[in-house]
């Protein structure tokens, strides 16, 4: 699975057109997301003081089967080989989502379902 910290704008757009996209795909040609052991460094470094965010939980297997690109990049700041969604995401590929707050001081806490898998 494949996590992506969304704005709630951008959430509830995704639901209107049936396609999650985002700033950084019409910025940068891709979507950024984590994988669940990166999703709270990721919190903290760059939506620190955003209360009303949404965690989102996407399928890779199902973003292959409509033919949205998933690579792998390295990210030289990390240090670490982070996803790159090349594509609108269909609603078919959210698997589940959660309210997500991170404090101003960067603190985030998982859902408890996935703080499990950790």
């Not at 949205?68 to 030289?76: L, P, Q, S, Y």
Request: hydrophobic letters at 45%.
């Amino acid at each position: 699975m494949l996590y992506r910290i969304a704005d709630a704008a951008d959430w509830l757009q995704a639901q209107k057109t049936g396609c999650f996209a985002s700033a950084d795909l019409i910025q940068e040609g891709f979507i950024h997301c984590s994988e669940l052991h990166q999703v709270l460094e990721t919190a903290r470094r760059y939506y620190a003081g955003h209360p009303e965010l949404r965690l989102l939980e996407w399928d890779e297997a199902t973003l292959a089967e409509a033919g949205i690109r998933v690579e792998r990049e390295w990210v030289e700041n990390r240090q670490q080989y982070f996803a790159h969604v090349y594509g609108l995401v269909p609603l078919a590929a959210v698997t589940r989502s959660w309210s997500f707050a991170v404090a101003a001081d960067g603190e985030a806490v998982l859902p408890p379902e996935l703080a499990e898998k950790q």
